[in-house]
């Protein structure tokens, strides 16, 4: 049983408290992964918050995530990295907390690199992922 937070709600999955941010950066989270929904075409896996809870449906979060983070291997655009980084970031916590692993980065080509600007170094996803869980309270 959770002690109830009027400024906090929690991310669960299975049973188990996987994040507990501020009411704020959980809306913004939530509200960020609806925007991502299309570019990972499938759905976020986050339920409905009810109650200061939102159940987590691992299985589908991270085959959203896992979109995601593709979706940034296959572009070298900056913007596009910058953009989505954070949140895939954080996603990459929740994942890995529900005991999945991280997925694999890709190689290949890359697509949608913006004329005239450096494509960015691809990314050490793990850690990324381990300074943003540092700073996810659970």
Request: one cysteine or more; charged letters at 20%; hydrophobic letters at 40%.
């Amino acid at each position: 049983m959770h002690v109830r937070s009027p400024v906090s709600q929690f991310f669960n999955a299975a049973g188990e408290t996987l994040w507990n941010p501020s009411n704020g950066v959980a809306s913004l989270f939530m509200r960020t992964a609806e925007t991502l929904a299309p570019e990972a075409g499938t759905p976020t896996g986050i339920g409905p918050m009810e109650n200061d809870e939102c159940e987590i449906d691992l299985p589908a979060f991270t085959t959203f995530t896992g979109a995601l983070v593709q979706r940034l291997e296959r572009s070298g655009h900056p913007i596009l990295h910058a953009l989505m980084e954070g949140f895939v970031a954080t996603a990459l916590v929740l994942v890995e907390r529900g005991g999945v692993p991280l997925p694999p980065a890709t190689s290949g080509p890359r697509r949608d690199v913006h004329v005239g600007m450096e494509p960015p170094a691809r990314r050490d996803w793990s850690e990324l992922a381990a300074r943003h869980a540092r700073a996810m309270p659970r």
